[in-house]
């Protein structure tokens, strides 16, 4: 009997050594400790043992328990002491990696330049005003000295809805809105989307004016050259010299084009501005005093000063942009460029 208890001592303590998972060693513990386990069989078979024998045996029995228990015990230890090691070094983050990037979003460029127009602009005393894009023929033509069926019509392209209903082809029309509305003084700047049918690389169908208006007494072409000179000194940058062109426009008299320094090659002459050194930015006049009686305001006490340009043409010359489609299609990687 005794050398049967040494033999599953050894035994046991041999497996309980080669256990390496808290899974086998469950299973040695199962096998000697369990409920018909060899450690457990051997109580049961005292009953054969002489009687006199039993305390003795019985002693035995439970030494060999506590050993293989103490000794199960100690190693379940050792096991989940490495199984937490290995878990811990698996789980492991490394806190020096860089994180995955954040990509920030950006102003659209026509958001930018129309926000920077405003601020320019407010800075200098005018308010902000809008007008509907579907327009009646009256304010986007008429009321500017444009009848039915003149020919200056010709120089807008035209989407008309009805006879009477226009996709606004400029943002003039709010300046017809307003002093209809209003009397002066008045110093108002309006930018909005308009529409002409005109479709190439410096066109677009739909795009985006930015209208200005001042009617005062005493508002002199001087006035505008000096509003218009500091607008381009700002928007493109303080050496931007500006000139005027004499040119026609039904709303003023006399009407002008108005030229700034290349803002890219600052008037060297460079592909934006095709060589000139100079490029054509927007049209501006004195107010025909015909629009003011028009539109209700006494052409005898007050003058006023008018000019409008395409908000995009701003953002090509400023950034070099050369197509105006680019503004439109929102591709993103053309937008992060403006970040
Ligand atoms: N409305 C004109 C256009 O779309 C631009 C313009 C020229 C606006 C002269 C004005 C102005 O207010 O005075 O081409």
């Known amino acids: 009997m005794k050398e049967k ?43 054969t043992v002489a009687k006199e024998d039993r305390p003795a045996m019985g002693k035995l029995v439970n030494e060999l328990r506590n050993a293989v228990e103490g000794t199960l015990i100690a190693k379940t230890e050792q096991i989940a002491e490495l199984e937490k090691q290995a878990r811990l070094k698996a789980e492991a983050i490394d806190i020096t990696l860089p994180s995955s990037a954040q990509r920030l979003g950006s102003l659209h460029p026509l958001t930018a330049i129309r926000r920077e127009l405003i601020d320019i602009f407010t800075g200098m005393g005018f308010t902000v005003a809008d007008g509907p894009e579907i327009e009646s023929d009256l304010f986007n033509f008429q009321l500017l000295n444009i009848p039915k069926d003149h020919p200056s019509r010709d120089m807008q392209d035209t989407f008309y809805v009805n ?6 082809t400029q943002t003039s029309a709010v300046q017809a809105r307003i002093m209809t509305n209003a009397q002066p003084p008045i110093r108002v700047v309006s930018p909005g989307k308009v529409y ?8 677009s169908p739909i795009f985006n004016q930015f209208e200005g ?22 928007i493109f940058s303080e050496d931007t010299k500006v000139r005027l062109r004499p040119s026609y426009f039904p709303f003023t008299e006399p009407s002008v084009e108005v030229d700034v320094t290349c803002s890219m090659c600052h008037g060297k002459g460079c592909r934006v501005c095709k060589g000139t050194g100079w490029v054509e930015i927007l049209g501006a006049g004195i107010v025909n005093p ?40 929102n591709d993103v990687r053309f937008l992060a460029q403006f970040n």
């Not at 469950?26 to 078979?45: A, C, P, Q, T």
């Not at 006035?223 to 500091?230: A, E, I, K, P, V």
């Not at 305001?297 to 003058?303: E, G, N, R, T």
């Open 196 to 203: 002409r049918s005109d479709d190439d690389a410096s066109h």
């Open 213 to 234: 208006l001042a009617v005062d007494e005493h508002i002199t072409m001087g006035d505008l050259q000096g509003c218009l000179t500091t607008f381009a000194k700002k």
């Open 5 to 47: 208890l040494d033999n599953i001592k050894a035994a046991a303590l041999r497996e309980i050594e080669l256990a390496s998972t808290t899974a086998e060693l469950n299973n040695v513990r199962v096998k000697y400790l369990g409920k018909s386990g060899e450690i457990s069989l051997l109580m049961r078979d005292m009953a």
């Open 163 to 168: 006879d009477n209903i226009v996709l606004r």
């Open 290 to 329: 015909a629009v003011l009686d028009m539109c209700g305001i006494d052409s005898k006490k007050y003058s006023g000063f008018a000019f409008g340009f395409g908000i995009d043409r701003i953002a090509m010359i400023k950034y070099g942009i050369p197509n105006i489609k680019l503004l439109y299609e």
